[in-house]
Nanobody
Framework: QVQLVESGGGLVQAGGSLRLSCATS????????MGWYRQAPGKQREWVAR???????NYADSVKGRFAISRDNAKNTVYLQMNSLQPEVSAVYYC?????????WGQGTQVTVSS
């Protein structure tokens, strides 16, 4: 069974940076469109960024210029570099993989930004 495993979350001060990683053992990783979502307490899960199998990227307006999604197909891993972090982005961040009949979610990683 294909799984997504996130890592890299934690506690950081405002203005700091974090890099999230999402790894999978799936040999078909290269065909996946990979995405990052987040869910803050009491709020709905929202889309943050995505990267297609061809490397095209899209971002939510709220993170443009501060977050960057990338992928390393040799490592079956997608990353989310988050810079200039502010408390309002504190949430559980989830990795998603879609394509080839798959619709997969990771378990989430907590990001907390202190003021």
């Amino acid at each position: 069974q294909v799984q997504l495993v996130e890592s890299g979350g934690g506690l950081v001060q405002a203005g700091g940076s974090l890099r999230l990683s999402c790894a999978t053992s799936a040999s078909i990783f290269t065909i996946f469109t990979m995405g990052w979502y987040r869910q803050a307490p009491g709020k709905q899960r929202e889309w943050v960024a995505r990267i297609t199998s061809g490397g095209n990227t899209n971002y939510a307006d709220s993170v443009k210029g501060r977050f960057a999604i990338s992928r390393d197909n040799a490592k079956n891993t997608v990353y989310l570099q988050m810079n200039s972090l502010q408390p309002e982005v504190s949430a559980v961040y989830y990795c998603h993989a879609g394509g080839g009949g798959h619709d997969l979610w990771g378990q989430g990683t907590q990001v907390t930004v202190s003021s």
